[in-house]
């Protein structure tokens, strides 16, 4: 799948992971009010409806891309982002 344009997918030991969420996040934020002004332009064409009724329409079209967005995930496997999860091995005494 996509899993090799992801960063978790690069090993570097002196790559620092913990700059790159609130850079991600940002541009998650940034893609989500694009595509809501694009889908609010696109209902606002049209002439039946009032204002609201395109905010309504919009709403629920950004609703639905957030749901086909989690279906991803669905097709993960347990093991993927495994290099993730820093295992510790803890010795139990005897």
Not at 35 to 51: C, R, V, W, Y
Not at 52 to 80: A, C, E, N, R
Request: hydrophobic share 45%; proline share 5%.
């Amino acid at each position: 799948m996509t899993k090799h344009f992801l960063i978790p997918s690069l090993y570097c030991p002196n790559l620092s992971g913990q700059n790159n969420w609130p850079a991600s996040q940002q541009l998650a934020i940034r893609y989500g009010v694009a595509f809501s002004a694009i889908a609010l332009q696109f209902f606002n064409t049209e002439t039946a409806g009032s204002k609201v009724d395109y905010f309504h329409y919009t709403f629920i079209t950004m609703g639905m891309i957030t749901i086909l967005s989690g279906w991803f995930f669905l097709f993960l496997k347990p093991q993927d982002g495994e290099n993730l999860i820093k295992r510790s091995v803890v010795k139990k005494l005897p």
